[in-house]
Structure formats: structure tokens, C-alpha cells
């Protein structure tokens, strides 16, 4: 059942006994619901101790007051993790997509509350090989709008027409959101993990290539690397028995 969290910050489920030991992370465009057969109601062996947020801007949480990275939305959970929903000790945080991201943020910022992480599908390394540019032609047309040669309406229906289909998906201040958040890096965050670390990846993930899953192996050498055959991207609902093995080890870490 959906319930406020965090006296109202957000909102989403509370599954198995409490206190919980375990908080999920949705990816962009998502919501808790995602995790439910990996740790809630539907999952084989039943519910974990969870506590499974609709992030800012999803599901039934209203959007944050202005752009957020990484770091703004670790603080949010971290101030539900410090609530009185939260934990009596630190948690195992599974992070799927943007939830690693937040994930990764939050244990580097807030090791105190995190046991373990859980990370897949998570874009925390660059691609390898050049970064790809925009057509020549938008990047003209940028230019034109930023000296207002060219008015809003043509510049979005070029955004619209050049974007990825999350940025079409987006308006006002989430897509200022994804805007920051696709243009963050992690590499600091990452050396400074002290948890251990598991990386559920689908092998044919088309959003995070497994490549992705290596580099975060080559910066974080202690992490543990599960590949699923034959799963894209959508892991929580592609593979919930493998996801839900790593998170049953990374309760049993002392």
C-alpha cells in the first residue's frame, strides 16, 4: 500500500517486517513498483524488510523544487533513511539506472548509512570510443536560439526531433534534471566507496552496455560482477532472481 515516507517527501511502499534492511532504487522513469518481484510481494521466497520510494519527480512523488543531480536526490533519501521510517542500522541499497546513480552518491556522501550496494544497469562510467555529437545542423541552430536568432518553438521541436526519447519525455524542471544528471560523472564517488559492492548487468543492455559494468569493475576492484544472459536493460522485471540473489549475499556480508 502507498504510504508517505519521510513525513511527506515522498511517497511509495514499505514491504516485509520492519525496521527495513534493504532500500530500492528506481531508474528514470520509473517507480518502486519495479522492484516488487525482486524484494516485495511478488517476489520468490517472499518479501525482504524494504523500503521502496517513488524517487523525486515519479510515480506518486512530486517533482523537487529545481534541477537535481546525484547529490540532491542522496540527500533525499539519505533524510528518509535518517526518519522515522528509516533503519535502525545501514542498509543494502539496490539502485537500478538512475537509482545506482543515487546510490553510488549517497554511499560515498553517507557510508555511515550504507552496508552494500546493489547496482544495475547504471550509467556510472563514460562509454567507450568518442562521445557522439549532434547533428551539425542543431548545433547551428543552438547557436542561432542562444544569440535569439531563432525563437523557442523551433528550438524545441528540434530538441524534440534530436533528443533521446527520455529527453522527449521530459519537461520543465525534469528535464533540467536529466540534463544534469546525464552529464555528471562518478569517478570520485566511486573510489570513495568503502562498501561492498555487487553489479547485476543484463547482457544485452542497450541504455548501460555491459562495457559500462567493466569500467566500474576497473574503478571499484572489489565489485562483484553477475551477467544475465540474454536480459536488456529492465533487469528488475527481466531478472528479479539474480538481482535478488545479490541482495540476499549482501545481507549476509558482516
Not at 514491504?15 to 519495479?34: E, M, N
Not at 517472499?46 to 512523488?61: M, Q, Y
Request: aromatic content about 6%; some cysteine; proline content about 9%.
Amino acid at each position: 500500500m502507498l504510504k508517505a515516507l519521510a513525513e511527506g517527501e515522498m511517497f511509495g511502499e514499505v514491504w516485509g517486517t520492519t525496521p527495513p534492511s534493504v532500500v530500492a532504487l528506481h531508474g528514470w522513469r520509473r517507480t518502486h513498483a519495479d522492484f516488487s518481484a525482486v524484494l516485495g510481494p511478488g517476489a520468490q521466497g517472499g518479501p525482504l524488510p524494504t523500503l521502496a520510494p517513488d524517487l523525486p519527480g515519479f510515480g506518486a512523488t512530486p517533482a523537487p523544487p529545481q534541477a537535481w543531480g546525484s547529490g540532491d536526490y542522496a540527500d533525499a533519501v539519505g533524510r528518509l533513511l535518517r526518519s522515522e521510517d528509516g533503519p535502525s542500522g545501514p542498509v543494502v541499497v539496490l539502485g537500478h539506472s538512475l537509482g545506482g546513480r543515487v546510490g553510488v552518491a549517497l554511499a560515498a556522501r553517507y557510508p555511515d548509512l550504507v552496508r552494500a550496494l546493489v547496482l544495475t544497469g547504471a550509467p556510472l562510467v563514460p562509454r567507450p570510443g568518442p562521445r557522439s555529437k549532434p547533428p551539425t545542423g542543431f548545433r547551428m541552430l543552438r547557436a542561432l536560439h542562444r544569440a535569439r536568432l531563432v525563437g523557442d518553438d523551433r528550438m524545441e521541436r528540434a530538441r524534440r526531433r534530436h533528443g533521446s526519447a527520455d529527453y522527449r519525455a521530459s519537461e520543465g524542471v525534469m528535464r533540467e534534471t536529466l540534463v544534469r544528471l546525464v552529464n555528471e560523472r562518478y569517478d570520485e564517488a566511486l573510489s570513495a566507496l568503502l562498501c561492498p559492492v555487487e553489479l547485476v548487468w543484463g547482457e544485452q543492455d542497450g541504455e548501460a552496455p555491459l562495457s559500462i559494468a567493466a569500467g566500474i569493475r576497473e574503478r571499484v576492484p572489489q565489485a562483484v560482477l553477475t551477467v544475465c544472459a540474454g536480459a536488456g536493460h529492465f533487469t528488475p522485471l527481466e531478472c528479479p532472481a539474480e538481482l535478488r540473489a545479490a541482495v540476499d549475499r549482501s545481507l549476509e556480508v558482516v
